[in-house]
């Protein structure tokens, strides 16, 4: 099937040869990557954060040492766009650069380069299909055909209700599984088109669909089963970070002690 709308050429400097590439779809993520000005999204759109996010800021924030506070982006950026319903207007994003001391730039960064975070309104459940290399191999695109067809919907539009908005994504990490697709905070694999369509409709009456593997599969064991990990862990589970200092600095006294022994003889 012919599913080419882009083509473009590419200087190869050290064959000196001009190749052309054609890609199999056009880049639909970068769609969202861009501040569109609008009515509802502008810098001076009011958002705060919720007394009770601010505390869970609170939380956050002690896991980092003071001077690197900017680390926490990413969690106070999912936490606004969970107060937002799914998106991350820009006044939401020049707030956490203020609760951070960053540059809001620098945040902006962030924000545009995950496709976890999404810069215009959504549909109450994301779609988010996967079609890179495992999941293309494994009929990813047939998946996002199947769920166009069944939304109505182009990739980046969302269904007339607000019910779903229909994303294509990069990697989402479940490839053993492929080809598989997201719809907010689960993941549904080992897809067919059938099944991807079922699951829509499960969300659509208000249910929850069994989440991970659509097959008869235990989590991602393969076709024999679990073959490794079959015993109880041995730990160490977690390490007495005090109790490990002093037995190194224990140790260490005793090869001064020895060093200077030695060296009287
Ligand atoms: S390629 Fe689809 S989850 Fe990794």
Known sequence: MQRSNAAWTSNLGMAN?????????????????????????????????????????????????????????????????????????LAAMN????????????????????????REKVGRNNVQVCCTTPCMLRGGYDILDAVKKHLGVEVGQSTPDGMFHLMEVECLGACVNAPMLQVNDHMYEDLTPETAVKVLETIRAGKQPKIGPQIDRNGCEGPQGRTTLNEPASGPFCRDLNAAMKKYKDEEAKKMEAKKAGAKK
């Open 95 to 118: 707030k956490v650069a203020r609760v951070l001391d960053m540059a809001p730039i620098r945040v902006y960064e962030v924000a545009t380069f995950y496709t976890m975070f999404n």
């Open 17 to 89: 040869a001009r190749t052309t590439f054609t890609a199999t779809r056009a880049s639909y993520a970068a769609g969202l990557n861009v501040h569109r000005e609008v009515e509802h999204n502008t810098g001076s759109t009011p958002f705060e954060f919720t007394a009770e996010n601010y505390e869970e800021i609170g939380r956050i924030l002690k896991k980092y040492p003071k001077n690197y506070k900017a680390s926490a982006v990413i969690a106070l950026l999912d936490l606004a766009q969970r107060q937002c319903d799914g998106w991350l207007p």
